[in-house]
């Protein structure tokens, strides 16, 4: 369900306070508009809004220009696992943390995918078995 659309001026205003990092809890007040409705037209315009705590809620991605490899997203698990041995370690840290390793292991087993390792696999065995018969003839 839609809720009322938004004025150019109110467009404006949305665009400068979220340009000028106040709080999404201060532009929704100013605004006369509740948290979500704020974060869903900031989603719709690519902003990015500062959350309650200072926080940043990203409602854009930046993309990376080439993809890590698998070498180097187990890298990022293995140093988030032996962060999260460290003792004393608060709620919010071990939080992240466990974000930190899910993401990692998610894009290792989609990169896995993408990169269909598999049918490299056989490619390489087709050029070992052709090599191999090179050799027998020289």
């Not at 460290?86 to 087993?109: F, H, I, M, N, W």
Request: charged letters at 30%; proline letters at 5%.
């Amino acid at each position: 369900m839609k809720g009322k659309p938004w004025s150019l001026e109110k467009e404006k205003e949305l665009r400068h306070l979220v340009k000028d990092s106040f709080p999404l809890s201060v532009i929704a007040a100013k605004l006369g508009a509740t948290p979500d409705a704020v974060l869903k037209k900031c989603n719709r315009l690519g902003l990015e809004v500062v959350g309650g705590k200072g926080l940043r809620t990203t409602t854009s991605i930046p993309l990376p220009k080439e993809l890590p490899s698998v070498e180097e997203t187990l890298m990022k698990l293995a140093g988030a696992l032996d962060a999260a041995c460290k003792p004393g370690l608060d709620k919010v840290e071990v939080q992240r943390l466990q974000v930190v390793a899910t993401l990692s292991r998610t894009y290792k087993e989609i990169l896995a995918d993408y990169l269909d390792y598999r049918g490299v696999e056989a490619k390489l065995m087709d050029l070992a078995n052709k090599v191999e018969q090179l050799a027998k003839k020289a």
